[in-house]
């Protein structure tokens, strides 16, 4: 007996009055299941109320219970001839307020209280409208006493889009916008190298496995899946160091058909003592392999091609261009001159330091250039003193 209510902001679980309230909760179901709400953009009240409003020509009576309180749920009336009547629009109760009384309250909210407040706190105009627009994206009757059998009357949602000033993400947009997104992004995902190619799309025969109990072996795992239809290959992916299992792995099936049967029955399947969730693989490393190497295989050819082509069309006298003397001609860079005049300088000290080494060991070293020096001047004062005499 609760329906849930998605918005855009969260999620709100609403627990109806059945017993106090039996001919507004079904027609609140009711409404529910027709989808009426979808997509229904909100005008709040701080501290006061959020309305929902709908499109419907259906006026009805519901019941009057004067027990509001913050979290109530009912819907809008209005009086006619002394009856206070309601078009299907409903509110929920932001404050304390008791002064609903003429309103047909039909449900509390049990669950989204912090959604609630979300509302409470968001900006609006001078005409309540929040400047990001607050809407229901579905409405799921999770228990219904009555039984209903209805089809979605759900109208158009373009009807609501064109209206809603900021839409979420989660909001329905047109196929062609949607086709060159997904493109662009596999394109920006191509280009960046986490993808291999941008049409490359994965396996529909690959399930992905994962909150696998660690001590789950890839032979167990093979033999629980075995019966749904011939399996390819199990791996359980495990830590490349420690060869520890990472909780999750890859089941390939021969056939597509085994696979969607595995997907729709091990969902939530007890395994070594763990719950296991099951999806389809969005992988394409092993695609990946298979698409650099074409594309390597391809430029290969093409530069073979290329190569052939230059060696077929190439002319003797192409070779003689670069064969000229050109020694007679000019420059056309200018000399090179150093960065500054302290690289000069250091280069005449280097330059000077080197030669006075390369005569130290030409005579035998500094010292000994000095030992010569002075027996010369010895020989010569002895020659000046015998031609004294």
Not at 37 to 51: H, L, M, R, T
Not at 242 to 248: A, D, I, P, R, V
């Amino acid at each position: 007996m609760s329906v849930l209510i998605e918005t855009n902001l969260g999620e709100i679980v609403v627990d109806l009055l059945v017993t106090q309230c039996p001919k507004s909760s079904k027609k609140f179901i009711q409404l529910c299941k027709e989808k009426r709400y979808n997509y229904s953009f909100s005008y709040v009240e701080q501290d006061f109320v959020c309305d929902f409003e709908i499109q419907m020509n259906d006026i009805f009576a519901p019941e009057n219970i004067n027990r509001w309180r913050k979290g109530a749920v009912g819907f809008s009336t209005f009086q006619e001839n002394g009856v206070y009547l309601s078009k299907g629009d409903f509110f929920l109760q932001l404050g304390a307020s008791d002064s609903l009384g003429h309103h047909g309250l039909f449900g509390y909210v049990a669950e989204g209280m912090d959604v609630l407040e979300k509302i409470n706190t968001t900006l609006v105009d001078d005409h309540n409208r929040p400047f990001e627009d607050i809407y229901i994206l579905h409405t799921i009757v999770l228990d219904d006493p009555f039984d209903l059998q209805i089809d979605s009357m759900s109208p158009p949602p373009e009807e609501y889009i064109k209206g809603l000033r900021i839409l979420d993400k989660e909001a329905p947009k047109d196929e062609d916008l949607m086709r060159q997104e997904m493109e662009s992004r596999a394109l920006t995902l191509e280009m960046v190298g986490d993808l291999p190619d941008a049409d490359l799309k994965p396996p529909e025969n690959v399930l992905f496995v994962c909150r696998l109990n660690p001590v789950t072996r890839d032979k167990d795992l093979k033999t629980i899946f075995s019966r749904f239809g011939e399996i390819v290959d199990c791996t359980i992916i495990r830590d490349k160091d420690t060869q520890e299992s990472l909780g999750y792995a890859f089941i390939e099936f021969a056939e597509k058909e085994a696979c969607e049967q595995a997907y729709s029955k091990m969902e939530n399947v007890l395994i070594d003592d763990r719950r296991i969730h099951v999806d389809f693989s969005q992988s394409v490393s092993k695609q990946g392999h298979h698409v650099h190497a074409q594309k390597f295989d391809d430029y290969g050819k093409g530069l073979e091609k290329r190569t052939r082509y230059r060696h077929q069309d190439t002319k003797e006298e192409h070779q003689y261009v670069f064969e000229h003397d050109l020694s007679h001609r000019p420059s056309p860079y200018p000399p090179r001159r150093s960065e500054s005049r302290r690289d000069d300088r250091r280069r005449d000290e280097h330059s000077r330091d080197d030669r006075n080494r390369r005569g130290d060991q030409r005579y035998g070293g500094r010292d000994d250039r000095r030992r010569d020096d002075r027996r010369h001047d010895r020989r010569d004062d002895k020659r000046h003193d015998r031609r004294g005499e």
